[in-house]
């Protein structure tokens, strides 16, 4: 395995280096920029953009534009989502719960979404903390139903999917599955359980607005929660 000059084998100091570029945006409530990354971190800007791609590969970290920057094209900046970095793999637990589920159910679509939605019932706790989705900017004209998804784009935040809502509030975007691969073998399953995650959660708000479907990998990356809104019938 290749060594660095400090030593340590080059892929566990690069490993080292993306946990302090995350560090560095955990520690700061506002997003920030390469450059002001780059000084927090020691590291040449350049290194802290490879990091940051890396992690917003893995859905800890979020880009955006902003708009407070100087006339022309905005500035990026970055925030990290809150996705947890686990120290276990348990894709393979995953892999075979979810083979299984698949293959001993005569309608596993329906059994994993019922799995989503229990979920939530047992984690309503921990759904409930009044701040806002991570990483979101609170829209003052938007009035209920971006009070209603805030819980709901929060949750698939801290979980990885980076989840962006459309401007009509028509549908949640994930941008980022942690559990592609999974999805890409078995999407009955795994992405019904998503769309129960949803459900639930909307479903504890005593909103009008109801996920009624999920499209997965409608483009390489990106999948689709629909939302409507009774209200508006």
């Not at 340590?8 to 995350?22: G, H, Q, T």
């Not at 917003?56 to 880009?63: A, K, T």
């Not at 120290?87 to 799995?115: E, F, I, K």
């Not at 401007?167 to 129960?196: M, T, Y």
Request: charged share 20%; with cysteine; aromatic share 2%.
């Amino acid at each position: 395995m290749p060594v660095s000059r400090s030593g340590l084998p080059r892929r566990v100091l690069a490993s080292r280096r993306k946990a302090a570029v995350l560090q560095v945006l955990v520690n700061h409530d506002d997003a920030l920029s390469v450059a002001e990354i780059a000084i927090e971190s020691g590291m040449h800007g350049n290194t802290v953009r490879s990091h940051l791609a890396a992690l917003i590969q893995s859905g800890h970290v979020g880009r955006t534009a902003d708009p407070r920057g100087a006339p022309g094209r905005p500035r990026q900046v970055y925030r990290a989502t809150g996705a947890p970095s686990a120290d276990r793999d348990y894709r393979l637990l995953a892999d075979v719960l979810t083979h299984h589920l698949a293959a001993s159910n005569p309608d596993p679509g329906q059994v994993a979404l019922a799995a989503g939605r229990s979920w939530v019932l047992a984690n309503k706790p921990s759904l409930a903390s009044p701040q806002g989705p991570i990483g979101a900017t609170p829209d003052p004209s938007a009035g209920g139903p971006q009070d209603a998804l805030a819980p709901v784009l929060r949750m698939l935040s801290a979980a990885g999917f980076a989840p962006e809502l459309a401007k009509d509030r028509s549908a949640i975007r994930l941008r980022h599955c942690p559990f592609r691969e999974l999805a890409a073998r078995n999407p009955a399953v795994v992405c019904q359980v998503h769309l129960g995650l949803v459900q639930e959660t909307l479903a504890g708000l005593g909103t009008t607005i109801q996920a009624t479907e999920i499209a997965p990998f409608v483009e390489p990356g990106l999948c689709m929660v629909t939302l409507t809104n009774d209200a508006s019938s």
